[in-house]
């Protein structure tokens, strides 16, 4: 599960779920910070805390509306909502009167409400084939900023009195620009997948294969796939890193490698010999190749699938010394 965070939009949304709970949680602190200052009752403080948890669960229809709405980057939406709530709990820290404190904490939790279906859509997205496990990950993050927000924004309070949310709503600031700046999810297919099929071998109709290129060792099919520019530079970096063994018994042998290439240029799992030269030396010798050029460019955004199934055929009679 770890290697989802080396998405960048992942990154994003389960540190803004992160520093958006740490907020939730702690505005309950710091109006109680306040009501010992002011002298509020418990009704007013009961009041607030109601108002603040339907604020922030009613908005979320509305906005996730507009979230669906807002083409390319929604997770700007979201870091938007973040910086929302930390400025509105910054500036009621300093209010010392009901009337004023009232109303900026009833507005924070729009910021709440802007973020989480963003947030959790965005965190599906990622990777579609394992959404489930993604959107836990992204829910535990909350989780964790839940249970610390109390603590830590106590200790807070504590030395520095109701000032002691402005280091936190600081802090929330760097999540808020992870999001302003992640890239867009991937974009979902148009049309329902049809069944998946083997990834056909080099020269099978139906396939898209790199061009050749002078003096090259290598050919590339990579199945429903029209970028040729990606294939040129797929074909380019796996055959600057292939070295043929010596001795190879006859030149019409031949290997093709298996692989998939996620949306971020890595390989998912390990390489595999589809069809085997009967030299193994030879077929260690292609798997080190594509091992070794390894990360590969970023999938092009405009494909829509999660990742990319490879065969990259190695010819001896092509190959280097």
């Not at 820290?93 to 963003?118: K, M, T």
């Not at 070295?243 to 240029?265: H, K, M, N, W």
Request: aromatic fraction near 10%; hydrophobic fraction near 45%; charged fraction near 10%.
């Amino acid at each position: 599960m770890l290697t989802f965070f080396r998405n960048r939009l992942f990154l994003a949304v389960t540190s803004g779920h992160f520093a958006v709970d740490v907020l939730n949680s702690t505005g309950p602190v710091l109006m109680a910070v306040l009501a010992k200052m002011l002298g509020l009752t418990y009704g007013q403080i009961g009041l607030a805390l109601t108002l603040y948890t339907f604020a922030g669960s009613l908005s979320q229809p509305p906005f996730g509306w507009l979230a669906d709405r807002f083409r390319g980057r929604p997770a700007m939406l979201a870091g938007l909502g973040v910086g929302w709530m930390a400025l509105c709990l910054s500036i009621m820290a300093f209010q010392q009167s009901w009337a004023l404190i009232l109303p900026f904490f009833l507005l924070a939790p729009l910021g709440s409400g802007l973020f989480h279906p963003i947030g959790t859509s965005s965190a599906a997205e990622v990777n579609r084939a394992r959404a489930g496990s993604a959107t836990s990950v992204f829910f535990f993050c909350g989780q964790v900023g839940l249970a610390l927000g109390p603590t830590i924004g106590g200790w807070l309070f504590n030395a520095a009195g109701s000032l002691g949310m402005l280091p936190l709503c600081a802090l929330a600031l760097l999540p808020a620009g992870l999001l302003l700046t992640a890239p867009a999810a991937p974009p979902a297919p148009a049309v329902a997948s049809a069944p998946s099929r083997p990834a056909a071998v080099p020269g099978r109709p139906g396939q898209t294969t790199a061009p050749s290129v002078s003096g090259s060792n290598l050919s590339v099919d990579a199945s429903d796939f029209p970028y040729t520019y990606y294939l040129r530079q797929l074909h380019a970096k796996v055959s600057e890193r292939w070295r043929r063994p010596p001795l190879v018994a006859t030149e019409q042998s031949s290997a093709v490698v298996y692989f998939e290439i996620d949306r971020e240029g890595q390989i998912r799992g390990d390489p595999k010999i589809k069809q085997s030269s009967g030299n193994e030396l030879y077929d260690q010798a292609a798997l080190r190749a594509v091992v070794d050029a390894i990360p590969f460019p970023p999938l092009p955004r405009e494909f829509p699938g999660q990742y990319l199934k490879v065969n990259f055929g190695f010819d001896p009679g092509l190959g280097k010394g």
